[in-house]
């Protein structure tokens, strides 16, 4: 075999290779007597068919095989010999015979980029600090409250935390636009469930009242023809309902989880949850600005075959993610090329973990796992449920060792460059969407 190593670009590379025909000649024979031992065929006794027809049916498909055989074992040989690191896989470039009795074949693929962190110093990373008190579980404790309300019907007009059913008509240039009609439809005053400008027309309404008024939707909206258009609304008030929200006594407590009733145990309970999202999301914060200046520190060129790669997979989630919630993916077609720029970060970022991780012996141990199970099993009524179900499934596991690795690979690099505490309240960190 004769091999000839081309540099395309940084990271494209060609292998020009030829095999002699005398071996895959070799391996085709060979093939077909171990395929006549067992072949069956009408009219002949199973390992009695003639050669000269097990060659003429079989042939063809022997010779495909021994030939991407050949390839992919010297193709293998020369990548091992070199040291290379391939991105991908190769696109094989077949050849005419050449004169000489050789199979001449290309092998184009990409290699990994050496990836160099440099020095992080002169960077720098706020890390928030949040305290958790007596005032975010009272907080909590109203919204628990709120999502458990009892609404009863209101003699007065309405006010922000209500429930109001309508009747509601949405008209276009005078005609009723699709989507703009409804009858005995439910809506929280002030919930968020309707625009700003229809939520603000449910304020002070009584049963058996009318409204009529125009609404210019947002420039951004999701129903293409309605967005920035002004449209005039009618809406009929059938019913006034106010929240009455439950005591916070045993029952309370015991709706909660809380076996026994106990009020200071609930209290204990939601502190203890809080502070663990809290934990949560501050490591979210700054695994996202560690991620941040290892992008802008380290310059990389990523190999396209692993974007492609990255793209069809985010493409095919998108798609699960979809179907999940009850649509159709094949009426909203999803193409990787949609994801090519998140997935070049992606990949980017996987390039720049695995250096570290490599470089500085920062993979996933036993007991860093365990404990992160441990940790997310605490906020469940059987903990140890939870722990079985992860160590159930090596996917699952999988996801928890990314997670493990990220943390240290966010730790190493805080050893590196400034870490910075700043405080910030906790409803600041809970409105952040960075830290979700």
Known sequence: ????????????????MSIPMAEIERGVEERLKRLARTVKMSGFRPGKVPMKIVEQTYGPQVRSEVLEAAVERNFGEKVREQNLRVAGYPRIEAKQPAADGQVEFSAVFEVFPEVSIGDLGSQSVERPVVEVGEAEVDKTLEVLRKQRAVFEAATRASVEGDRVVIDFTGRKDGEVFEGGQATDFPVTVGGGQMLPEFDAQLV????????TFDLTFPEGYHAQNLAGQTVQFEITIKSVEAPRLPELDAEFAKSLGVVDGDITRMRAEIRGNLEREVKRRIRNLVRGNVFDVLDKAVTLEVPKALIESESKRMAEQARQDMAQRGM?????????????????KRVKMSLIVSEIVSKNGLGAKPEQIRKIIEDLAQSYEKPEELVKWYYSSPERLSNIEDVVVEDNVVEWVGTQLKMADKAITFDELMNSQQAA
């Open 204 to 211: 002070g309404v009584s049963v058996g009242e009318s409204r």
């Open 1 to 16: 075999m004769q091999t000839n190593e081309m540099t395309l670009g940084a990271l494209e590379r060609r292998i020009d």
């Open 328 to 344: 159709d993916p094949k009426n909203i077609p999803v193409e990787p090329a949609w994801f090519v720029e998140q997935a070049g």
